[in-house]
């Protein structure tokens, strides 16, 4: 998995990957529950984000959303670990309205989850260390 990846093969070949299992993501069939247990999108937005792309991962972490013309539909479902990852993009680079009104979202879905939200991606080398996980 992509995961595996960002661990241990290196920021190119986890890039390449991750980009393109979550193109092909697009493709998967709606149903309910969600089948996608671990998106793709997740450790990819993880991945640039570790590497200080905020622009490209704020990009993937809109996608996960539904919040771009991509995934249209997908807003109905709060990822938490992409509202995460997007409240990290909007806070590294100074967006403090647009910020304000995700960690509300984030809030609620991290109460719902009932599991600690360190980081965009359960994969994140930032898990570890938690004074790093919180720009992730």
Known sequence: NGGCFVIGRGYKVALAALSKLSLQSHALPYDEPWGRIQPTRHALGALLLGQGNVTEAEAVYR??????????GLASIPQVWSLHGLHGCMTRRGDTIEAAHIKLQL????ARSGVPVRASCNCSHSQTTPATAATL
């Open 107 to 110: 809030d609620k879905a991290v």
């Open 63 to 72: 996608a996960d959303l539904g919040l771009d013309a991509t995934q249209a």
